[in-house]
């Protein structure tokens, strides 16, 4: 897979439609000072085809890589981005030191289904994309904000919060015309989903502006502006 320009000096590479592969978009934002990663890969294998990809696009190399949030699938491929300073929001530091101390492996994994079978989506998703454990590490932050950063690329990091995941951030790209979402509008993950939860569509209305041209979910196509509208509208 290759990446696919957006706008400006955004690109994405695409995550996977099957909801089961639980595998999203990866934003690279390009900059001679080097570039931005916006969501690390669900995997070690996943932030290898990335890499591969910024390689083969010519793209600088990158020199920061932003959480969006700290879900598995968004953080997962830290360790195999060597080199770069992570940021997240600070909140996400307790929750991702909490995953790290976890003796994680296909062993675990089953064990914990067993227990909770509500976790079996996710988990099973996680036993798909690590094929090995060797060298695995979950990472937290190295550099943390409150409410926002702005990165010297020009890089917008804002923090949003919401129920999806408390540390929910986006990500603007200002002079491209682009705001990465995370995920922080769809509901929470499904083994803490009650019936009653469903996507915030006022905190997703609350981030329409018209600066930007284009609005990027985690697990969903690009929408621009009058689609992203239009969608809320018929919410």
Known sequence: MTLRHLAGRVWLFPGDPDPFAVRPTVAVVADDGGSVIVDAGQSPAHAREVRAAVAAAGLPQPRWLVYTHHHWDHVWGACAWPGVEIVG?????????????????????????????????????????????????????????????????????????????????????????????????????????TPEDGPDLALAASLLDDDLAWFVSAHDEPLPLAEARAALAGG
């Open 89 to 193: 929001h600070e909140s996400a530091v307790p929750l991702l030191r909490a995953e790290a101390s976890r003796p994680w492996s296909h062993r675990y994994l089953r064990e914990q289904v067993r227990e909770n079978p509500r976790l079996g989506h996710s988990f099973r998703a996680r036993a798909l994309a690590v094929d090995s454990w060797d060298g695995f590490a979950v990472l937290p932050p190295t550099r943390t904000f409150a409410e926002e950063l702005t990165l010297p690329t020009g890089v917008v990091v804002r923090h949003v919060g919401g129920r999806h995941a408390p540390d929910s951030t986006v990500v603007r790209v200002p002079d491209s015309g682009v705001l990465l979402l995370g995920d922080c509008w769809y509901p929470p993950p499904a083994h803490l989903r």
